[in-house]
Each structure stands twice: as structure tokens, then as C-alpha cells.
């Protein structure tokens, strides 16, 4: 259970027959593994020369480990928000993109943005994967902490045996622990 990756699957876990695999495949063989989930740096600008400050952050994004491309920044009509993508180096479901995800959000772009008056995020659907998968591990213990709580607390009630109601606790963890190491196995192909 301990292995157990809360990501999503991406086109690259459909069948080599299906046409959404062949296009994922095609796409990393034109213009790498990072195409197929490109991150997206959003900025607000307090005005438009703030918008200057733009090819600096660019280029320092571009210094980042496993980061392959930054493209130009498209302003909005009203000049208030710019965005910019990025490519990664490694494909969606990558380890290594949480790590330049983190790195990008903890050190870069507060570096980047520290003078001027930029206010960058990172989204996109490799960046919302991590923040989904990272809030469902911290919800996790709380959902099987409730299961177990809820079924002791009926198990008392119903046998007043304390003992009884412990030990159904413990074997409910157990079974929850195998369940999601199971789970685990045979999705990483175990």
C-alpha cells in the first residue's frame, strides 16, 4: 500500500490499438515525451510593462532540469494576464515532473517574480494531476481512519466487547492494506 501512486492515467496507458495511444505515441516521437502533457505558467499583470518582465522568467524557466521547451508568452486582450507553456522533458505520469512542478512553484518563479510585479502559478494538466493526487494521499487517512472508527464504535455498541471491536479494527486495516497493495501491484503491472 505503501507504493501506491494516486495519479491518473494518461493516453499513454490505452491499448497500442486505439487511436488515442497512436496519437499520444506519435506525438512523443515528433516532439518528445513532454508534448503530451505541457505545463502552463499563468501570470498576472498589475499593468503592461509588467509584461516586460516576461522573457526573464522564460528564461529562467528554461534553466530548469527536464525542462525541454518555453514558448512565448500570449497576453490577453486587456493585457492582464499572460501565459506561457512548457514542455517538460519526461512524459506526464514521470516522478520527475512532480519534482520540476515543486521546484518551479517553491524556487524558481518566486526568484523570477521577486522584483517585478508578476504573479506566476503553474497549471496545467500534469500540474493538477500532482495537486489531485496529493490532496486525495492527504485525504486518505482520514476516509480509513472513519471506516475504522465507525465500524469499532458499531462493533461495541452491538457485542460490547471491547476486544471484539479491536481486533475488527485491526484485520479492517489489514484488508484495507492489502486491497490497495493489490491494487497497487497490478496497476504498476505486477
Do not use: C, H, W
Not at 492515467?9 to 488515442?20: F, K, S, V
Not at 517585478?116 to 480509513?144: E, H, N, W
Not at 471506516?147 to 458499531?154: A, D, I, K, R, T
Not at 484495507?176 to 497490478?186: D, F, P
Amino acid at each position: 500500500m505503501t507504493q501506491l501512486d494516486l495519479g491518473f492515467p494518461d493516453a499513454g496507458n490505452n491499448r497500442a490499438d486505439t487511436t488515442t495511444r497512436q496519437a499520444y505515441d506519435l506525438m512523443t516521437r515528433a516532439f518528445g515525451a513532454g508534448a503530451n502533457g505541457p505545463l502552463l505558467l499563468v501570470a498576472r499583470l498589475e499593468d503592461r510593462p509588467a509584461a516586460s518582465a516576461l522573457p526573464a522568467v522564460a528564461e529562467r524557466v528554461r534553466s530548469v532540469p527536464g525542462v525541454a521547451a518555453v514558448g512565448d508568452a500570449r497576453l490577453n486582450a486587456a493585457g492582464t494576464t499572460a501565459v506561457l507553456a512548457v514542455t517538460p522533458t519526461t512524459s506526464p505520469p514521470d516522478p520527475r515532473n512532480d519534482e520540476m512542478v515543486s521546484r518551479l512553484r517553491d524556487d524558481v518563479l518566486p526568484a523570477a517574480t521577486r522584483a517585478g510585479a508578476l504573479d506566476v502559478l503553474v497549471g496545467g494538466t500534469t500540474a493538477a494531476t500532482r495537486d489531485q493526487s496529493a490532496y486525495l494521499a492527504g485525504k486518505l487517512p482520514v476516509f480509513i481512519g472513519g471506516v475504522v472508527g465507525l465500524s469499532f464504535l458499531l462493533l461495541l455498541a452491538a457485542f460490547r466487547a471491547p476486544l471484539v471491536a479491536m481486533k475488527a479494527a485491526a484485520m479492517n486495516l489489514l484488508s484495507i492494506g492489502a486491497a490497495y497493495g493489490v491494487i497497487s501491484l497490478v496497476a504498476d503491472g505486477g
